[in-house]
């Protein structure tokens, strides 16, 4: 009697034991899945815009179909697209507000003619588009405006570099802006660099001489939509992003594509730009 229940004991011990371990061999898989879940590393924004084939850019928030330089362009190329970047040119003002337009005085685009670098904000915040009516927006309110977004920031003065890669660090870093400049814009580009930002830099056909020197600043390089093959050709064999700029319409973006783009800057959004 006392045989059979130790055998019947060490049978339910044994099943039990058994039990156990697949237990514990169970947790073990679900914490290793767990782990491997965890160490998976997540993506940022400019690694999923760039995933995308073609990575899209509104420039200037869409310059030949709203007023550049505004809010309501940035509102109105967000608005059109979720996965369309955002392009800000920027200038600084004399009393250290970074405002976004394309050239260093405001009489393109805006009623008065002043010089960005020698006025201030106040003074600025006056001016409205001859094209609707619109002020000109600061850096800091559009980036506040859509934090969603990728942007690519072009510091048109390099007056404060460190300043103005201070303020995107605390707008959410590399992992939000890149970094764009005309070819030959090395100080802006290598600081932000050291930062840990992806680079962007676009090149004319009459630029192309200077690429072999120039090319190396920058991760990802942008050609005219209609750039000669032989310009594509040398850009496309760095092995990097190539982007066409700037396209107005689909027979623009289409040459750019066909040439060997993957991914294009956009004047023309409400032309390109799928909805």
Request: charge should be negative; aromatic fraction near 10%.
């Amino acid at each position: 009697m006392f045989r059979t229940r130790a055998a019947s004991v060490g049978r339910v011990t044994t099943t039990r034991a058994l039990l156990a371990v697949a237990l514990a061999a169970t947790v073990l898989t679900g914490c290793a899945a767990d782990r491997a879940t965890v160490l998976q590393p997540i993506a940022t924004p400019v690694e999923r815009w760039l995933a995308a084939e073609p990575s899209l850019i509104a420039h200037r928030g869409g310059s030949a179909d709203w007023p550049e330089g505004t809010t309501f362009a940035y509102d109105q190329a967000a608005a059109w697209s979720p996965d369309l970047a955002l392009e800000a040119p920027v200038w600084l003002t004399a009393d250290g507000v970074w405002v976004v337009c394309h050239d260093a005085t405001t009489g393109a685009e805006f009623d008065v003619d002043l010089d960005i670098a020698t006025s201030t904000w106040a003074q600025l915040s006056q001016l409205r588009t001859v094209d609707g009516g619109q002020p000109l927006a600061r850096l800091s309110d559009v980036l506040a405006a859509h934090p969603d977004r990728v942007w690519l920031v072009d510091d048109k003065p390099s007056a404060d570099v460190p300043g103005l890669l201070d303020l995107l660090d605390a707008a959410g870093g590399p992992g939000r802006f890149v970094v764009k400049g005309f070819f030959s814009g090395r100080a802006w580009t290598e600081q932000a660099r050291a930062r840990g930002y992806t680079t962007w830099g676009y090149y004319y056909p009459t630029n192309m001489a200077d690429f072999a020197a120039t090319q190396s600043a920058w991760d990802i390089v942008a050609l005219q939509w209609d750039a000669p093959a032989a310009d594509w050709t040398t850009a496309l064999a760095t092995g990097r992003r190539v982007f066409g700029h700037v396209v107005r319409d689909d027979a623009q973006a289409q040459q750019a594509l066909a040439a060997g783009a993957t991914g294009l800057m956009v004047a023309g959004v409400t032309e390109v730009v799928p909805r």
